[in-house]
């Protein structure tokens, strides 16, 4: 029976809340769909009734949940139309299963001179794999241009593609684009040379009907949590051929037939590629999960989904200073919309909307030269729309008036978060900018949001004389930036390092009645603690400032410039 899509919304538990005083509007689905109940009851009902190891015990449980498991793999195989289910691998997700076929697929048609092709709209899943490869073996990586509107160039695909070009591995639709790229038009252009077409389908699989024999993909992964099933478990699809020649990952349990001291023989596909105990409920899940697709069905998804963004893409368009970035057509596009909003930072945005209960994403989308191409640090995503009905997603752009100043509306609401004296030092920040003499510098980046920030400063008689910052941030972390610079001016590294010390401790949070006062202006950060996402926002500035610090004690003797790019560590 096909579902009709109207109750959909009621049938995801979660959605059924209050978030900050509103109700619940997810759009992060690009980053992890929601779970229907149908799914939910698919796990508590394998642990309440069959729980038990797969392909080993000959007791009833056992079957049952080797028969779940195995049935499972079948659903796969009719959901993307494979061959056979021997084809089907479960993986932990799309990015260990383009892993393994970078890794254990990769360097036996690989060779130094060779050259593998992806393109600029790749998420890292399915680029750094490539990257590793690359430098292994010798062999070039090459990226396929986009076209100003970021769809892909197939002309200049077609002019990269020859007989070098051993692997061609692309997105089927992009996390941040939206786009979806012609696969089969590809799949045949890498097999006039007889080499391989590998397919990153994390973002196409819960939008479209995929038939992977139809593409002719060599390769196909996905992920059960973008696609309504549970995290912890995804999807290698490859032609039975190929992914003979894959050699095991893991070696261990389930995957062998016969150990012996010096030797053992191996299982026969999909088990070989299976070592160890698999995530079973979370395959049971899935199964749950593509029979609730099912009764959807994937072009009636499609279908709903182009329906919603044909709306928001021309809603979104009326609003002023906002930029959608991708092709414009909803016909081009899944229901993944990425945008920035003038003069506030996507961090920003994503937090006024949390405070209307709408959950998007900020920051690079794990695309960090997609966005180098599109020349942004981050950007806001709202993701497939597929399962909100159409009255609610329109209550929501309605919001979006363009006489309204959207970015006061919202910042209206964060009081506590954008306090006026926040807003005066982001939009005026102090010591923003460059030194002439210089005695150590240091950048720090964000990784999380892409933010970037450059610290200098001067020293004279043992204190800070000087001191500037540079980059791009977010509200917060620019006038972080600039109440610190404030703060410590003039202050010896010691007498700096116990502000930071006492910054940080107040970010922690745990000593509520303390008096901040040491940290003048900064003081007022004290609020970003109720914002768990934006602490590190406020820390950024402070942590470049104790690193800077650190290298001046290590430097100090030899009175050398420090000059050096660090990371934070993410989350
Ligand atoms: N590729 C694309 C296009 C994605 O959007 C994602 C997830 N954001 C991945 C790969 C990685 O998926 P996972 O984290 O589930 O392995």
């Not at 941030?473 to 972080?480: M, P």
């Not at 600039?482 to 003039?490: I, P």
Request: one cysteine or more.
């Amino acid at each position: 029976m096909v579902k009709s899509l109207n109750n959909i919304r009621q049938e995801f538990p979660i959605l059924d809340q209050i978030v900050n005083d509103e109700p619940l509007i997810y759009l992060d689905n690009a980053a992890t769909t929601q779970k229907p109940q149908a799914v939910i009851d698919a796990i508590v009902d394998y642990y309440q009734t069959d729980n038990a190891n797969v392909h080993r015990g000959v007791h009833t449980l056992a079957e049952r949940a080797t028969e779940q498991y195995e049935a499972a793999r079948q659903k796969v195989q009719r959901f993307i139309n494979a061959d056979q289910s021997a084809e089907i691998i479960f993986t932990k997700g799309t990015t260990q299963s383009l892993n393994w076929v970078a890794s254990h697929f990769g360097p036996q048609v690989v060779q130094a001179g060779d050259e593998i092709l992806i393109s600029y709209m790749e998420h890292h899943s399915n680029l750094v794999p490539w990257q590793q490869l690359a430098q292994q073996t010798g062999a070039k990586l090459v990226y396929i241009d986009l076209l100003p509107d970021g769809q892909l160039d197939l002309a200049d695909a077609k002019a990269k593609i020859g007989p070098r070009t051993k692997i061609v591995s692309l997105t089927h639709a992009s996390n941040v684009l939206g786009v979806v790229n012609p696969i089969q038009a590809i799949a045949q252009l890498v097999h006039q040379f007889g080499n391989y077409l590998v397919v990153d389908g994390a973002q196409a699989i819960p939008h479209m009907p995929v038939d992977v024999q139809d593409l002719d993909a060599d390769f196909y992964a996905f992920s059960g949590h973008k696609m309504l099933g549970p995290t912890g478990i995804g999807v290698l699809y490859g032609k039975k051929t190929l992914l003979e020649q894959v050699t095991p990952v893991e070696y261990g349990g389930e995957m062998i037939d016969f150990v012996e001291l010096q030797q053992s023989t191996f299982k026969e596909l999909p088990w070989r590629l299976e070592g160890g105990t698999p995530n079973i409920e979370g395959a049971i899940a899935l199964g749950a999960a593509i029979d609730y697709l099912n009764q959807i069905g994937m072009a009636q998804i499609q279908a709903h989904e182009q329906a919603l963004v044909a709306k928001a893409i021309p809603a979104l368009q009326t609003i002023d200073g906002l930029t959608i970035y991708g092709p414009q057509n909803a016909q081009d596009r899944t229901g993944v919309i990425a945008f920035n909003l003038d003069n506030l930072h996507p961090h920003d945005l994503a937090t006024a909307l949390d405070m209307e209960g709408v959950a998007v994403r900020a920051g690079h989308h794990c695309a960090q030269p997609l966005m180098k191409w599109l020349n942004v640090a981050a950007t806001a995503r709202a993701s497939s729309i597929y399962i909100i009905r159409k009255p609610m997603l329109i209550n929501w752009f309605k919001q979006f008036k363009p006489q309204r100043s959207f970015s006061k509306m919202a910042l209206s609401k964060l009081d506590n978060l954008y306090r006026q004296v926040i807003l005066d030092h982001s939009q005026h920040p102090h010591h923003h900018g460059h030194l002439d003499t210089v005695d150590h510098e240091i950048e720090l980046r964000n990784p999380t949001c892409g933010d970037v920030l450059q610290l200098e400063i001067a020293l004279q008689d043992g204190k800070i004389s000087q001191i500037a910052f540079s980059g791009e941030g977010c509200t917060i972390s620019q006038a972080s930036a600039s109440m610190m610079t404030d703060a410590v001016l003039g202050k010896t590294p010691a007498q700096a390092e116990t502000m930071i010390e006492r910054f940080s401790d107040m970010m922690i949070g745990d000593r509520p009645d303390e008096d901040w006062e040491i940290l003048e202006d900064a003081a007022i950060l004290q609020g970003v603690q109720q914002f768990p996402a934006r602490i590190k926002c406020a820390t950024l500035a402070w942590k470049a400032l104790h690193k800077a610090l650190i290298s001046d004690q290590h430097s100090a003797v030899s009175g050398q410039i420090v000059n050096h790019a660090e990371t934070e560590e993410t989350d």
